[in-house]
């Protein structure tokens, strides 16, 4: 039973906690023996699970809907991307001594000395990995350890009450747990329960009976605030939570109400939530979701969204759709809804990068849940997508090839939400009275040709053709390709304006803007680079790294505005990884 329960608690780990943010767990388990028992139950079930990985090819479901895929292989599908985290990483019992130790058995599980240091090491976010090849991934991690368990006669129990003491002064016992493992897993009796603050902490399971205020403060482990998590797991094998309205009688309501809820509850959200995305797509565009299938009826419904309070309510009502999602999977009936969460993060993205309302002008996921990313990220993305979402700049030589296969209500928009972002990101900062002149013919246009959208276009091309001549005459991007030329301008609008980082000492940032572009090629360039998570974080350090090399420096307010720097050009590097790939190739 123990060996049933571990490999459903790493399966669940694996698809709802680490896809999810990279959080760690604790085992309460019945008795010591079981905590025991549980250490090598996990233990073996990810070693089938690496074993099984080595023989699953993911290329095989490219095109697949998650969704569509079975249980077994969307749990292979989610765990693949983790295979070296998951060779490492270490499930460690934490118990109180007992008769055992007069036996020499369990001593580096009761040892103080030794829990500290499991402790502070699950204390320890998991460290970014480079992928591997996967004859490294499936060699085995652990070196074996003689855990003093009892001779096979015994029945080979690590708790058996076989066993004599050794005659002089035994030998310390070695460490069974490697010292480069991430402790992914606490699995404990009654220690931790009560007192214990781990924020890294987000799913508690418990397999042993436990009630009244021992109970609410064992659920509350999970609880601990940290950047990332929004929620905390508690998985009960045991039958307690019948007792959690006894734990909580001596609160008052307002203290304890809403602290937890069943996943059923979460799961009846999703319809609501879901249905008032759909509402208000019908009440302020006209569509629904069926026509979404359609990228000309994405483009069209965009149009509906001029006014930034309809666009802002609609993020709105989308955004608590896609929290209650993130909070559901990867249950089966969450599944259900990742169809619609595609296709209006799709319209939003088509919303977003219309208006150019985000920094830089790019649509950003960062208010999607990590799970609603993986799962929405690659319709989002690559060439079919960039036919429906034309590209952010109009000194992109496709910008004209895709305004020219719009219709021309879609394309005079796209012109114009173009101009009007490139005059306030550049000129505005740049020449602010040419902006004020450029600016004016502008709204000029608009004002004084509603509705005649060829119009529009032709009255667009003069101002079209001003500022891309002024952009080429550059002298900051003389040397520079067209990749090169919109990194320099990210450094230059999020480096070289920020104060919270140092480029006094950049002796060119052409040559940073040339670094930045050359590793991220260099990294996204390699079989085993797949836009996930903790790719684009690994990229995100090697930027970081490239950055320093070239004499950009954090300020004064330490590491987060530099690091933020090189998330945002890994994030805009992912977003375009074929125009960097090319560049590998000297396209």
Aim: net charge negative; with cysteine; proline share 6%.
């Amino acid at each position: 039973m123990i060996r049933a329960k571990a490999e459903d608690m790493l399966e669940h780990w694996v698809t709802t906690v680490l896809s999810g943010g990279g959080f760690k767990a604790q085992v309460a388990a019945v008795s010591r023996k079981a905590a025991v028992e549980y250490h090598h139950a996990l233990r073996a079930a990810r070693d089938a699970l690496l074993a099984e990985l080595a023989e699953f090819r993911p290329e095989t479901f490219a095109g697949t809907p998650i969704e569509e895929m079975d249980r077994r292989t969307r749990y292979l599908f989610q765990a693949y991307p983790f295979r070296s985290l998951l060779r490492r990483i270490d499930f460690v019992p934490v118990v109180s001594p007992g008769d055992e130790r007069k036996r020499r058995e369990w001593l580096h599980w009761t040892d103080s000395v030794r829990q500290a240091a499991y402790i502070e090491r699950f204390h320890k976010a998991f460290p970014v990995l480079p992928p591997e090849p996967d004859w490294v991934v499936t060699t085995p991690f652990h070196a074996p350890a003689d855990e003093s368990r009892a001779p096979a006669e015994a029945g080979g129990n690590p708790w058996s009450q076989d066993g004599t003491d050794k005659a002089g002064k035994p030998a310390p016992e070695p460490d069974p747990v490697h010292p480069e493992s991430p402790i992914a897993f606490l699995i404990v009796k009654s220690m931790l329960l009560t007192g214990f603050d781990a924020p890294r902490e987000q799913a508690l399971y418990l397999d042993r009976p436990i009630r009244d205020a021992e109970l609410l403060q064992a659920v509350a482990r999970v609880n601990r605030p940290m950047r990332g998590k929004e929620i905390g797991y508690v998985v009960d094998y045991y039958g307690v939570f019948e007792h959690l309205t006894e734990a909580l009688a001596d609160y008052k309501a307002a203290d304890v109400a809403d602290t937890m809820r069943s996943m059923s509850v979460e799961v009846e959200a999703l319809e609501p939530a879901a249905e008032k995305v759909r509402r208000y797509l019908r009440d302020h565009a006209g569509v629904i979701d069926a026509d979404l299938v359609d990228f000309a009826a994405v483009r069209s419904a965009a149009l509906a969204f001029d006014d930034e309070t309809v666009r802002q309510d609609f993020d709105q009502v989308l955004h608590e759709f896609l929290a209650t999602l993130e909070r559901v999977l990867p249950h089966e009936r969450g599944l259900d809804y990742v169809g619609e969460a595609r296709r209006w993060g799709l319209l939003q993205k088509r919303i977003r990068t219309l208006h150019r309302d985000a920094a830089g002008g790019a649509f950003t996921m960062r208010r999607y849940g990590r799970k609603v990313r993986a799962l929405v990220a690659e319709h989002l993305e690559g060439p079919e997508i960039d036919q429906v979402i034309a590209p952010v700049s109009l000194a992109s030589p496709l910008f004209d090839e895709r305004v020219r296969a719009m219709p021309a209500r879609e394309a005079a928009a796209e012109m114009g939400h173009a101009l009007r972002f490139h005059l306030e990101e550049r000129v505005k900062r740049e020449d602010p009275e040419k902006y004020v002149r450029l600016s004016q013919r502008l709204e000029e246009i608009l004002r004084e040709m509603p509705g005649r959208f060829e119009d529009q276009i032709q009255e667009f091309g003069p101002l079209f053709e001003q500022v891309r001549r002024e952009a080429e005459e550059d002298p900051r991007l003389a040397g520079l390709t067209r990749l090169e030329q919109v990194v320099y301008r990210l450094l230059d609008r999020d480096a070289v304006e920020n104060p919270d980082i140092d480029t006094s000492k950049v002796a060119d940032l052409r040559d940073a803007a040339r670094a930045v572009c050359e590793t991220a090629a260099r990294t996204m360039g390699k079989e085993s680079y797949q836009g996930q998570d903790q790719d684009i974080t690994l990229l995100a350090g090697e930027i970081e790294t490239a950055l320093l090399d070239h004499g950009m420096l954090p300020g004064g307010s330490g590491w987060d505005p530099f690091s933020a720097l090189a998330q945002g050009l890994a994030a805009h590097a992912n977003a375009n990884q074929e125009s960097f790939r090319a560049r590998l190739r000297g396209e």
